[in-house]
């Protein structure tokens, strides 16, 4: 999937990709289930969500016994594009400066993180994407 055609999930959709992206191995829905006890779904709200899922080619999923195992098919470092791309622009108006101002107005860059930023967008000016 490239990255054009990958698109933002909706927020339930991404707490599922996030716990897939975790484990070490596939999952069933009890494992799911288990690990999303937080969210209070019921079994066919999850069901319907890893469908939705696997429709759009985020999930795949394999039969095992009467159930089946669910595993991400959408790499974590391919769907960050596109999830850092959009908080920018519903937050930031697409601007990275003004992320950075945000978090320096609140006091949540230390001298280490500015060293670092800056080193890194040295890195970047100087082509070592």
């Known amino acids: 999937m490239s990255e054009l055609e990958i698109k933002r999930l ?10 897939l992206w975790a484990a070490p191995a596939p999952l069933t829905r009890a494992q799911l289930e288990e690990r999303l006890a937080r969210r209070r779904w019921a079994s066919t709200t999850l069901l319907a969500l890893l469908g939705r899922l696997e429709t759009k080619g985020y999930v795949a999923r394999e039969k095992q ?4 195992l669910y595993a991400a098919a959408l790499a974590r470092e391919d769907y960050l594009p596109v999830e850092s ?4 622009e519903r937050m930031f108006g697409g601007s990275a400066k003004n992320l950075i101002a945000a978090m320096a107005q609140t006091k949540d860059l230390s001298k280490e993180d500015i060293d670092e930023l800056a080193a890194y967008l040295e890195e970047l000016k100087a082509g070592g994407r």
Do not use: F, W
């Open 10 to 19: 909706p927020d339930a959709e991404l707490e599922i990709m996030k716990e």
């Open 65 to 68: 016994g009467k159930g089946y």
């Open 85 to 88: 791309r959009s908080a920018l």
